[in-house]
């Protein structure tokens, strides 16, 4: 779903829209009919005037791109032949995810005061994204910074502190 004034949605729809995201599904109950369509639904937010998306919304969106400062040059983040993109969908359930890479991306989660349980589960669905375009069989480092800077840095509430150096005695 293509959704331009974000900031402007009415409750109702936000609604609507996380309990689809939630779900799976779109209920429909009005004038006597009641249904439940199941549905794989994405959102597209556009937020033009530069406000506030209901937090019901953006916890529900997995990245939050910029595109003003984006120049043409800058944007080889995804191929541009269709045959690699079905590869990376073909590939990207079985991208293996080591727990290594789980527990990198919960304590990035704690160090940058993201309390969100999906922050983390979009990170690592971005690090399995990346990790397939680029034709890995396993996420990497790189795949983890990828998805920190996509996912994670936005939601940041907090800079992460310095941990000191424990001085061996």
Not at 107 to 134: N, Q, T, Y
């Amino acid at each position: 779903a293509l959704l331009p004034n974000a900031e402007c949605v009415r409750p109702g729809t936000v609604s609507a829209l996380a309990s689809a995201l939630d779900n799976g599904a779109l209920s429909v109950e009005r004038e006597g009919i009641s249904a439940k369509i199941e549905s794989l639904i994405g959102v597209i937010a556009l937020d033009e005037a530069g406000e506030i998306l209901a937090s019901a919304l953006k916890e529900r969106l997995a990245m939050q791109l910029d595109f003003i400062s984006v120049r043409a040059q800058s944007t080889s983040l995804v191929p541009a032949d269709q045959a690699a993109l079905e590869r990376a969908r073909r590939a990207i359930s079985s991208i293996a995810v080591p727990d290594e890479a789980i527990e990198a991306i919960c304590s990035a989660c704690l160090a940058l005061g993201i309390g969100s349980m999906r922050a983390g589960s979009f990170a690592i669905k971005v690090a399995r994204a990346s990790a397939a375009l680029a034709g890995r069989e396993t996420i990497e480092n790189e795949d983890l910074a990828f998805a920190v800077r996509l996912v994670l840095a936005p939601r940041a509430t907090q800079v992460p502190s310095e941990q000191p150096e424990m001085d061996e005695a």
